[in-house]
């Protein structure tokens, strides 16, 4: 996707110029920007010429003695569709309005800013500078997403042989036994008054909290009862079967979770999981533990590898994303910045590209 940085821009320019009008609500300004994008995102039928106006300044003229109807500002399709196209290539008709809208505007006050001499200011310089060097950042990151798209299909194949592992597709039944079990103890009972008549303030309303011996043998019977399912498994007991004992034991309430998984690739199961991806056929693996959840196994139904003809695409977004990703490190980091001046940082993290930049790998997502 081309960047709507500029385009951006343009249209912050045109929600500025209605929000200074304070008899205008802004809320309808917000309403009447919604609305008239809806009416269509198809581009029309072209039936203008590229001399042909497409939008006319009605007072507005470089020739301060021209008045009324003469007075006016013509712009070609020509003139226009070239400013789109620099700004994002294939416009919609929806955007394209709100641009000229824009730009019609910025027109007349860049102007009237001239007149007044705003551009003589020192800061506008400094502004311009930053702009220039925003715009250059931007044209720099679309050559670079140009580049690293150029992936030829010797690449594809070679990136292919070296990671077929990754391109492994499989089907599993797994067993997931919570880490442990509910603990339910009797309610507290008040006692007895110590004569008759006496009253208690005490009620019983809540069970005791569990202790840390009945928490630690709770972990250690699901920690067991893993084992065990692990050995029935591996024996070719049904899995749903297993899975329901579990929860049973675990005091769960409800119904036992699905045990089938379909469709699963290495990459998208948990690091401490993939060793499941290496099981045989009908193979059981051994109990894995998540100090978090709790224990899962993993029973191999069946697996397969994805053709290089079904990864192509995936396989090209990868290659191109990751030289993309390549080609920017060298602009980002290595940077000493006066924490006496700055201060201290307080979330360190990777810079990111400058704005409107996006990996490659993202394009094919987003359609626009």
Not at 173 to 195: D, H, L, M, S, Y
């Amino acid at each position: 996707m081309r960047s709507q940085y500029l385009v951006c821009l343009l249209l912050a320019g045109l929600a500025y110029g209605q929000a200074a009008p304070p008899a205008t609500p802004p809320a309808a300004g917000v309403k009447a920007e919604q609305s008239a994008p809806a009416a269509t995102d198809k581009a029309p039928e072209v039936k203008v010429g590229p001399d042909d106006t497409v939008i006319t300044l009605k007072g507005f003229c470089a020739d301060a003695s021209l008045q009324g109807d003469a007075c006016k500002t013509a712009i070609t399709r020509a003139q226009f569709e070239k400013l789109a196209e620099a700004l994002q290539p294939g416009m919609s008709a929806a955007i394209r309005r709100q641009l000229a809208t824009a730009y019609s505007r910025m027109l007349r006050m860049s102007t009237a800013a001239e007149k007044r001499g705003l551009d003589k200011n020192p800061k506008f310089d400094e502004m311009m500078n930053f702009a220039r060097m925003q715009i250059l950042s931007q044209e720099l990151s679309r050559a670079l997403q140009d580049d690293s798209n150029k992936v030829t299909d010797s690449d594809i194949e070679d990136y292919y042989k070296k990671n077929q592992a990754s391109y492994e597709q499989a089907t599993f039944a797994r067993i997931f036994i919570p880490r442990t079990k509910q603990i339910v103890n009797p309610v507290v009972k008040p006692k007895a008054g110590a004569a008759a008549g006496t009253k208690t303030s005490a009620k019983p309303t809540t069970p005791q909290a569990p202790t840390d011996a009945q928490k630690e043998a709770a972990e250690e019977a699901m920690t067991k009862l893993a084992a065990s399912i692990r050995v029935r498994a591996a024996k070719g007991e049904d899995p749903d079967k297993l899975q329901k004992e579990a929860y049973t034991a675990a005091g769960l309430p409800g119904n036992a979770p699905n045990t089938k998984m379909e469709r699963v690739r290495r990459t998208t199961l948990p690091t401490n999981h993939q060793t499941a991806m290496d099981l045989k056929t009908g193979e059981v693996s051994e109990v894995i533990s998540d100090p978090n959840s709790g224990h899962y196994i993993y029973k191999l139904i069946s697996k397969e590898t994805l053709t290089l003809e079904v990864t192509k695409t995936e396989i090209r977004n990868a290659i191109s994303g990751q030289r993309y990703r390549d080609s920017m490190q060298g602009f980002q980091g290595n940077v000493d910045m006066n924490d006496a001046y700055f201060g201290p940082t307080q979330n360190p993290r990777m810079p990111m590209p400058p704005r409107g930049a996006k990996p490659p790998a993202q394009q094919a997502e987003d359609p626009d």
